[in-house]
């Protein structure tokens, strides 16, 4: 890769993420970390607002921005497939967005790259949620992102009901159904519950505010700090 390449691409990588490490970047570009911190200097000396340190991070101002890149091909194809395979298991708005995103991509591609992108050769059948679940799921995605308390009445895989006030923090898609990471305020703890077997979702007027050990990160903390423990247990 040339250099001013690798520089462009740095610019890129930074502003695409909160705080981006030497780690990282060198990673990506696949170069060694006194490299990244010689890059980064170059492009701090030449007026790009890039704040941080080595051994901390860099993240880019705000306000800062590049004019609009053309795909290549290969990106185009990229992200046809990555829609294609999405929309069958999207709830009905994210997937009408996506396609309205995938038109406008195509519409500026040059005559060449449109074609191939059109063209390629990977497809998913329409199988996915059904439409009351894909309504659910639009449902508790929307109160997620707005920090919404929600009341669920909820059926197990023990056929057993359920009436719960929860903190919904994420939608995961597990190859054949969806499931919600909550902060049940009922359990008073983590729980996964499957969109498909919510049988009624109320979304309240009181918001939440992420609180240590209730909010997604911890969650995923937890999880990890279980996996290791699993793997040392079974390597002992």
């Known amino acids: 890769m040339r250099r001013a390449e690798r520089l462009f691409q740095i610019v890129?990588?930074?502003?695409?993420r909160?705080?981006?490490?030497?780690?990282?970047?060198?990673?990506?570009?696949?170069?060694?970390?006194?490299?990244?911190?010689?890059?980064?200097?170059?492009?701090?000396?030449?007026?790009?607002?890039?704040?941080?340190?080595?051994?901390v991070g860099y993240r880019m101002q705000s306000g800062f921005d590049l004019p609009p890149l053309m795909f290549t091909k290969h990106e185009a194809q990229a992200l046809?497939?990555?829609?294609?395979?999405?929309?069958p298991r999207l709830d009905v708005?994210?997937?009408?967005?996506?396609?309205?995103?995938m038109s406008k991509i195509l519409a500026v591609l040059p005559n060449a790259?449109?074609?191939?992108a059109e063209s390629l050769a990977i497809y998913a059948p329409p199988v996915g949620p059904d439409d009351a679940t894909r309504r659910r799921l639009e449902t508790l995605r929307v109160a997620a992102e707005g920090?919404?308390?929600?009341?669920?009445a909820y059926l197990d895989l023990q056929e057993r009901r359920s009436e719960r006030v929860i903190r919904p923090l994420g939608c995961f898609y597990w190859s054949a159904v969806w499931t919600l990471a909550a902060w049940c305020e009922t359990?008073?703890?983590?729980?996964?519950?499957?969109?498909?077997?919510?049988e009624q979702l109320d979304v309240l007027e009181e918001r939440f505010r992420d609180e240590p050990g209730k909010a997604l990160a911890d969650l995923f903390r937890l999880v990890e700090t279980e996996r290791s423990e699993r793997d040392a247990s079974t390597d002992a």
């Open 12 to 16: 890129q990588l930074i502003r695409g």
């Open 93 to 101: 708005a994210l997937a009408a967005h996506a396609e309205g995103a």
């Open 147 to 152: 920090r919404h308390l929600v009341r669920i």
């Open 113 to 116: 790259e449109r074609a191939a």
């Open 187 to 198: 359990r008073d703890g983590f729980r996964n519950f499957r969109v498909d077997r919510i």
């Open 18 to 55: 909160r705080l981006s490490t030497a780690s990282f970047l060198a990673g990506r570009l696949e170069v060694s970390e006194r490299t990244v911190y010689r890059d980064v200097a170059e492009l701090m000396a030449q007026g790009v607002p890039i704040e941080g340190e080595a051994g």
């Open 80 to 87: 046809v497939a990555a829609v294609r395979l999405a929309q």
